[in-house]
């Protein structure tokens, strides 16, 4: 393993051991400004259509659920934290 790869690891590990004290990461007591339950059920359905369409071969369909997961997971939690 080259040197500057154990570096950045070393690094790394030592920014989430900073992160994970119990004094330093955010609250976890589960208070959400936005119910979590679209983005889930949504990167959920673009899944599901990803799936079925890798099984009938459908290119479209593919790209349909690879654009709800990135939606649920990118785009919309990013417009979302822009415009609050």
Request: aromatic share 12%.
């Amino acid at each position: 393993m080259p040197k500057d790869t154990f570096g950045l690891l070393l690094a790394s590990a030592l920014v989430l051991a900073q992160f994970l004290d119990p004094g330093e990461g955010p609250d976890p007591n589960g208070d959400f400004r936005v119910s979590p339950t679209f983005f889930v059920v949504l990167l959920g359905a673009g899944f599901l259509f990803a799936a079925i369409g890798h099984l009938i071969r459908s290119r479209t369909l593919v790209a349909i659920g690879v654009t709800m997961v990135f939606a649920a997971t990118v785009f919309l939690p990013l417009a979302y934290a822009l415009t609050n």
